[in-house]
């Protein structure tokens, strides 16, 4: 049995998306007949999160897989979160993580060294063959010593798996080999969304009103300290008559501060939900009980060639209509008219429109909803992710 250890840098469990797709990786790489190990940063947690012991059952996936937390030096919630002080915790922290990884991997064995986290697997590359180290990568270095630094790191890793294709060119640009980079794009857990709620079912448990057409966004409301298009979101739904408003995800402050922004623009404040950062578990029936599910996502370069939001397919998955901006990244995956209404990023006036014909309209609703649902089902699981990788890996074995 192939033995696949999966190194994060992160606290687990956390708010944001990434412990999610790890926790589910990790699982469908299991399933797949691996035998997976997945190690983590001991890192002190926020205080709403200290008290979850099981993180398999947090994150909803099975206990097929095993998790070690490696000891650092973690002073990153001792800090304010920007500036100086915080680089340098940064720092400190990944640096001390890097070194446990190595003094441990010293004495492990395993058939793949699998790692979101460049650095580490530069460090890895020193103790462990090329053959047995694989790079996901997720974003694309912004400064001079940052590309160099991932330069060394694919011409040492056997495979890159990039989540846009956007991604997979620029890093076969930068250095990688092109027979060694594939795309694999994020994705959704099939059994989350295998027995979804009824619309009217689903609002009964919430509390939410009935009749109402609401319109959510549902993830984090902030991306590495970037907009990620919610104030033009509260902007275009001014314009559209009896739209409700659900948004559902952290920060709670931020949340607030839309909320006051809603109420500012004259808006009803009955027709603005404040549902909160809820659990990985429960995200399936609040995606449920809504009309349409918004991704305003601003023009940014993260965001239009490398991001590969799980919220997209987590979207598609519970088969409502979707409005999005139309980025490079994210017409990979929908299309204008078949499985989404994209329009142009930053264009409250296009965005208020789309979302007035999804009001009008249940049909395109009805049959835009069901069409992502089914290609999201048939091409966008983890399960199928962890098979495509694990197929080139052992492609290149061997070729090897």
Request: net charge neutral.
């Given at each position: ?166 991604l997979g060119d620029d890093l076969i640009r930068l250095g990688a080999e092109a027979e060694r980079v594939h795309v694999a794009h994020d994705g959704i857990r099939a ?210």
């Amino acid at each position: 049995m192939t033995r696949l250890l999966y190194i994060a840098n992160v606290r687990l469990p956390t708010e944001k998306a990434h412990g999610l797709q790890i926790m589910q990786n990790c699982e469908a790489f299991a399933d797949a007949g691996t035998h997976v190990t997945l190690w983590t940063a001991m890192r002190k947690n926020r205080r709403e999160l200290r008290g979850i012991n099981d993180i398999w059952t947090h994150y909803g996936v099975k206990r097929n897989f095993e998790r070690i937390s490696l000891p650092t030096l973690d002073l990153l919630l001792l800090v304010p979160s920007v500036g100086l002080l915080a680089r340098l915790a940064f720092h400190v922290q990944q640096t001390t993580f890097v070194l446990a990884v190595l003094l441990r991997a010293a004495f492990v064995r395993a058939d793949v060294y699998y790692s979101r986290d460049a650095i580490t697997l530069l460090v890895l590359s020193l103790i462990k063959p090329r053959r047995a180290l694989v790079y996901e990568a997720h974003t694309m270095p912004a400064t001079g010593g940052g590309r160099w630094l991932r330069r060394l790191t694919l011409r040492r890793c056997e495979a890159v798996v990039a989540v846009t294709r956007r991604l997979g060119d620029d890093l076969i640009r930068l250095g990688a080999e092109a027979e060694r980079v594939h795309v694999a794009h994020d994705g959704i857990r099939a059994e989350r969304f295998a027995e979804l709620p009824s619309q009217a079912d689903a609002r009964v448990q919430l509390g939410w009103p009935k009749e109402a057409f609401i319109v959510g966004y549902v993830g984090r409301l902030q991306t590495m300290a970037q907009d990620k298009g919610v104030g033009l979101l509260i902007e275009a739904l001014r314009t559209v008559e009896g739209a409700t408003l659900a948004l559902v995800g952290g920060p709670d402050d931020l949340a607030d501060q839309f909320g006051q922004a809603w109420r500012a623009g004259g808006l009803a404040a009955e027709r603005f939900i404040n549902a909160g950062q809820v659990s990985p578990d429960r995200v399936p029936l609040y995606l449920a009980a809504l009309d349409v599910c918004a991704m305003p996502f601003p023009w940014t370069e993260h965001f239009a060639y490398y991001a590969s939001p799980m919220k997209l397919f987590e979207y598609m998955a519970s088969g409502r209509a979707i409005v999005a901006s139309d980025l490079p990244s994210t017409a990979e995956v929908v299309s204008d008219g078949e499985t989404a209404l994209l329009y142009p990023p930053g264009d409250a006036a296009a965005l208020s429109a789309a979302i007035c014909r999804l009001r009008d309209d249940t049909a395109l609703r009805d049959r835009l909803g069901q069409a992502a649902r089914e290609t999201v089902m048939l091409h966008y699981t983890w399960a199928a992710r962890a098979g495509f990788i694990l197929g080139h890996l052992q492609e290149g074995d061997h070729h090897a």
